[in-house]
């Protein structure tokens, strides 16, 4: 099985592509239009300087290669959503050219990474069609994968990683106002088809799933697959033959003269992009010599906890950071993580007086702790003592966890909701059940 | 006011409802038909675009500011035309009236002639202001593609096509390229530009490519040379140059024109702005072909057909992919001699301007290469001048001055030259 | 080209062309077909560019602007609760 991708991803810029409305925040249909994105005769397209940057970033994090020079071409289709009925889009030069994509091992090539503007957005009405314009001119990256992946599961797995990478690189806000939606090429024999326009992780997954079982059926009954565009239905979750256009594929794209040529290696190399959360959880794994699911498990909480993790790997060496960023500071990090970068260095000198063995790790946690929340030591200290002191009373109360415990560690819980009932949420659940971790495992020792 | 004035004034009534008498100084502008202004509809001559009423001024209306705008001048169908005839109305020509205007800025050209001290504002996308500069015996200046910015333009063409100015006299030129051009954020073409620096260079030597009368009419033959002569008389260098490649500019200008303008004219579908008087309950198809085919011109038909023709299939490499790359070797055919000479010259039309049933009656590849002096610079982007050189059966005769990139000075000083020694005549107003 | 092909392309440029027309355009474009073949000794070359003058690095900075006169320029065209009305999508 083949299946190709083409993500649509909208930009997180200020502005549409071509002019200057406002890309999100209209509170209703026709608000955000103007002149321009309304393809009114007169008015010229000026592009977004902030758009070609994304593109940029998107292109690196593909690992493209970026061309010295790109322009932008016409490609037309006759549609009431498409104003000027050409949509301004990339040809001959897209802002990436062949890149690649890792997942885990499984290497998904890219076979270009271009900027187009989107059109506006139609329904069906009564007699006709009814057309916001809003989202006409908005700028989106496009992003073709060779026919890689090798199954729905792996493609919903490709995209979710993609997307959070995305997200991480370009900023891109998960407030909804900004789409990510997928065109799916998928052939189970020799021959492909396109089911189009799919919006969700869940739907790609779904409509491949559907086609898969569709074209190994007629295959198997000795049928033929015809190449064609398909919709996917989300309700009735299948998927179902587009009406074919009658004159499809005889216009080409020509150029677009009045936006010139952009030398984007040139603005590429003034460009700083974000590494994405997957490279480097690689690149962790690579320096540091860490696990792949301890890295990935880092990277997931934060990149940020990630950056943390470095500073303490550069400082501690790669034992001790792991020990104290997947112990105390991964069970503060909400306390901690706008604070990671001003606190770093206190919290890695705590650690290095416990290396010293001026503190022993009891007293390192607590200090770490204590550093990261501002409570006080000593009132923690009580406090540390008084819930050790619940905790033991409820296993008293309770003996036979202990044994349990020894077969499974779930056995734990009955200990932990006894004691979260007591004392009413006074100490942060975190607490509680670090805390009993460690008294049991030091019990069936 | 004068008595001397009452016939301008007189004039003024004939084009437009504005009244001349109120204004001690009659300075004046107008816009050809495809150059957007609130308050004023803009068609560029198509009945397509009947009752599109723009919101918003063009970059050289917002620069014009404090002149009189007076009104919009016919032209051809979104240009596409060297006569004026292909439009939603003819102007005359005011040397006689059954002849044509030259086009496609063939009413700015008229109102040029006409009304003493007035700018007319038009555009050109293959020798459209050359050519009616030319047919009604005014100025016409066609700047470099870029030096005046475009926003406000309807484009018929979009790699060429630049606003430029016709008048009667060379100081209007002198006062109002400068007061229009400029760079644009609304026009990225414009921001190319280099300064315009008007240094009244003066003008030494001309070029004229070789063999370029052959074919042309008597009376322009003769009419060139003699002006040839006459700049020779006033120590202006001239010399015959080959221009190998010049042979190609008409039919790759005909292939870059009617693609880019097939692209420009899918938009109008009957939606959004001109004509929507259609039924909504057809299928979108059927919808967009109806319009298309009640309100586009024969000529606009014909340039959509060859236009969508030029770029499928093979015809992408063959025809305009191709036509893009001899327009290099046109530039650098330009450029080359440009190099060595402040100008070239060239007769701007092959003869004088036709009736006006005989331009109606006249194939679209005849007419087409009636363009074949005015065509090629600004298929270039060069900045080229029309000035009149001669006159036969009373008609006007124009001659070309093309410069390089930017190089608007050396026209400036060459219209300044050519108005001290050749004896310009007014256009009597017959009826 | 034959008089089938034009009304192909015709088609393709969404325009209807009734018979009684299709010999005057099918004229027009042979005679403009033959006029293009002065093209076939161009030299092959890549370095196309789409405009005469050199552009480049034309950019706009990202600042939003609000257009006031939307409501306006929504009354030249046929509205319904604020959309667009279009023709029927099939």
């Given at each position: 099985m083949k299946i190709g991708l083409e993500i649509h991803v909208q930009l997180p810029t200020k502005t549409k592509m071509f002019c200057s409305c406002p890309a999100v925040g209209a509170a209703g249909p026709n608000e955000h239009i103007c002149p321009g994105c309304m393809g009114m005769p007169g008015t010229r397209p000026a592009l977004n300087r902030a758009a070609v940057d994304i593109g940029i970033k998107l292109a690196r994090l593909l690992n493209c290669s970026i061309p010295d020079v790109m322009w932008f071409n016409r490609k037309i289709y006759f549609y009431p959503d498409l104003c000027r009925h050409y949509q301004i889009t990339q040809y001959e030069t897209p802002v990436g050219l062949k890149g690649e994509y890792y997942l885990g091992k499984k290497r998904i090539g890219i076979t270009r990474a271009h900027l187009e503007e989107d059109p506006g957005s139609m329904e069906r009405s009564g007699d006709g069609s009814l057309v916001d314009y809003n989202r006409s001119g908005m700028p989106l990256v496009e992003i073709v994968t060779d026919p890689d992946i090798s199954s729905p599961a792996e493609a919903r797995e490709f995209l979710t990683f993609l997307l959070k990478d995305i997200r991480h690189v370009i900023d891109l806000?998960?407030?909804?106002?900004r789409s990510i939606r997928v065109d799916c090429n998928i052939s189970v024999g020799t021959e492909r088809c396109e089911v189009k326009n799919v919006t969700g992780l869940k739907n790609v997954e779904r409509a491949l799933t559907y086609e898969a079982v569709r074209q190994t059926k007629i295959l198997r009954s000795g049928g033929r697959i015809v190449r064609e565009t398909r919709h996917y239905d989300e309700e009735r979750k299948v998927t179902t033959a587009a009406r074919k256009k009658e004159?499809?594929?005889?216009y080409a794209y020509i150029g677009e003269p009045n936006l010139g040529s952009i030398n984007v290696r040139r603005i590429a190399d003034r460009i700083e992009t974000k590494e994405s959360p997957l490279s480097m959880a690689m690149r962790l794994q690579k320096e540091f010599g860490l696990e792949e699911k301890a890295a990935k498990q880092i990277v997931n909480t934060s990149v940020k906890l990630a950056e943390l993790f470095e500073h303490f790997a550069r400082k501690t060496g790669k034992e001790n950071a792991l020990k104290w960023i997947s112990g105390p500071i991964s069970s503060n990090w909400r306390s901690l993580e706008k604070d990671a970068d001003t606190k770093k260095d206190g919290l890695t000198d705590i650690v290095v007086r416990f290396m010293n063995g001026e503190i022993n790790d009891v007293e390192c946690s607590m200090l770490l702790k204590a550093y990261i929340t501002g409570e006080d030591l000593r009132s923690m200290e009580k406090n540390n003592a008084d819930l050790d002191a619940l905790i033991r009373k409820a296993i008293a109360g309770n003996p036979s966890v202990v044994d349990d415990y020894r077969g499974n560690e779930k056995a734990g819980n009955s200990i932990i909701g006894t004691v979260m009932k007591e004392t009413r949420g006074a100490y942060p659940s975190s607490d509680i059940v670090e805390t009993t971790k460690k008294i049991l495992d030091e019990m069936i020792r | 006011m004068s008595s001397g004035r009452e016939p301008l004034i007189e004039r003024y009534r004939m084009f437009s409802e504005f009244d001349a008498s109120t204004l001690d100084e009659v300075l004046t502008y107008s816009l050809s038909d495809d150059i957007t202004a609130r308050g004023f509809q803009a068609t560029a001559g198509s009945e397509m675009l009947k009752g599109y009423r723009p919101l918003f001024d063009a970059a050289v209306v917002s620069k014009m500011n404090g002149n009189h705008l007076i009104g919009k001048t016919n032209m051809d169908e979104f240009g596409f035309g060297m006569f004026s005839v292909t439009g939603t109305g003819i102007p005359r020509n005011p040397f006689d009236p059954e002849r044509s205007c030259g086009g496609s800025s063939g009413g700015a050209a008229c109102a040029a002639a006409l009304l003493e001290g007035h700018v007319a504002l038009g555009t050109s996308g293959g020798g459209s202001i050359t050519s009616p500069a030319a047919f009604c015996g005014v100025l016409g200046l066609t700047p470099t593609h870029g030096r005046i910015s475009r926003y406000g333009q309807i484009d018929g063409v979009s790699s060429m096509g630049p606003i430029g100015i016709l008048a009667s006299k060379s100081d209007l030129l002198r006062k109002y390229l400068p007061l229009i051009s400029g760079k644009d954020d609304r026009d990225p073409v414009s921001a190319a530009q280099p300064e315009l620096r008007i240094?009244?260079?003066?003008?030494?030597t001309a070029a004229v490519p070789k063999g370029i009368t052959d074919n042309v009419s008597d009376s322009v033959r003769s009419a060139f040379e003699d002006s040839v002569e006459l700049l020779k008389s006033m120590s202006v260098s001239v010399e015959i140059v080959d221009m190998p490649h010049l042979k190609y500019a008409m039919p790759a200008h005909y292939v870059v024109s009617v693609t880019e303008a097939a692209t420009n004219l899918v938009q109008y579908c009957g939606m959004r702005c001109g004509r929507q008087d259609g039924d909504l309950s057809l299928p979108f198809n059927d919808y967009f072909v109806s319009f298309r085919s009640k309100y586009f011109g024969t000529e606009t038909k014909l340039r959509s057909i060859m236009g969508t023709y030029m770029t499928m299939g093979d015809n992408r490499r063959n025809m305009y992919l191709r036509s893009l790359g001899a327009r290099n070797l046109v530039i650098n055919d330009h450029k080359r001699v440009l190099g060595e000479h402040d100008v070239i010259l060239t007769p701007s039309m092959p003869f004088i301007s036709p009736k006006i049933d005989d331009a109606v009656r006249m194939r679209s590849a005849d007419s087409y290469m009636t363009g074949r002096f005015a065509a090629p610079p600004v298929f270039c982007g060069l900045p080229c001048l029309s000035v009149p050189c001669g006159y036969s059966d009373g008609m006007p005769i124009g001659m070309q001055f093309i410069s390089d990139h930017w190089d608007e000075d050396i026209l400036l000083s060459a219209a300044d030259l050519w108005e001290k020694a050749f004896d310009m005549k007014t256009a009597e107003v017959r009826s | 080209m034959e008089k089938e092909t034009v009304k192909r392309v015709a088609g393709v440029a969404r325009i209807d062309l009734p018979d009684d027309d299709l010999e005057r355009f099918t004229d027009d474009v042979n005679a403009f077909l033959n006029i293009l073949n002065a093209l076939n000794d161009v030299p092959e070359d890549?370095?196309?560019?789409?405009?005469?003058i050199g552009v480049f690095d034309a950019l706009r900075d990202d600042v939003p602007v609000v257009f006031e006169n939307a409501e306006e320029m929504l009354k030249c065209m046929g509205t319904y609760n604020g959309f667009v009305r279009g023709p029927k999508i099939v």
């Open positions: 806000p998960s407030d909804g106002e004159y499809e594929g005889d | 240094g009244n260079r003066k003008l030494k | 890549d370095s196309f560019r789409f405009e005469p």
